[in-house]
């Protein structure tokens, strides 16, 4: 008698009469044990100065986006979409613009489009606690 439960990742091969029994798990890894996080603080400065109000935006190369918000020190701490503190590890695409609200009016970006709708920035972060600090330029 052959019996296999796929749902429940177990294969129970009983031999006809004998009644010996085998278990086989097939599950592949660690079951529903909870994924590794990354958790993600750093400042973002400008020629040297804290910038304040600053919207980063950490796109993973495949996933969900995370972001956070500079304090008037620069400080900020990477949230993930539901608004809690903690990411999955890998390598991020960094974008950081003050335009807020994406309006584009005069003045409300101070930060150059290199740094934002260009952005070359990245960040690769670990299982952990990680620090990414940002040293952005308005000259070349």
Same mark, same amino acid.
């Given at each position: 008698?052959?019996?296999l439960?796929?749902?429940?990742?177990?294969v129970?091969?009983?031999?006809g009469g #004998?009644g010996l029994?085998?278990?086989?798990s097939l599950v592949?890894?660690?079951?529903?044990?909870?994924?590794?996080?990354a958790?993600?603080?750093?400042?973002v400065?400008m =020629?040297?100065?804290?910038?304040?109000?600053?919207?980063?935006?950490?796109?993973?190369?495949?996933?969900?986006?995370? $972001?956070?918000?500079?304090d =008037?020190?620069?400080?900020?701490?990477?949230?993930?979409?539901?608004g809690?503190?903690?990411?999955?590890p $890998?390598?991020?695409?960094?974008? #950081?613009?003050? =335009?807020?609200?994406?309006?584009?009016t005069?003045?409300?970006?101070?930060?150059?489009?290199?740094?934002?709708?260009?952005?070359?920035?990245?960040?690769?972060?670990e299982?952990?606690?990680?620090?990414?600090n940002f040293?952005?330029?308005?000259?070349?």
């Open positions: 008698m052959f019996n439960i796929q749902r429940g990742s177990l129970r091969l009983a031999t #004998i029994g085998l278990t086989l592949g890894g660690c079951g529903k044990a909870e994924a590794p996080q958790f993600v603080t750093g400042t400065m =020629d040297g100065t804290p910038l304040d109000g600053a919207r980063l935006v950490f796109a993973p190369e495949s996933g969900v986006y995370c $972001g956070a918000v500079t =008037d020190a620069g400080h900020y701490e990477l949230l993930a979409k539901s809690t503190p903690g990411v999955p $890998g390598k991020y695409a960094v974008s #950081i613009s003050t =335009d807020l609200n994406g309006t584009h005069p003045g409300a970006e101070r930060v150059p489009p290199k740094y934002n709708s260009y952005s070359t920035l990245s960040a690769e972060v299982a952990g606690t990680n620090e990414r040293d952005l330029k308005t000259t070349r």
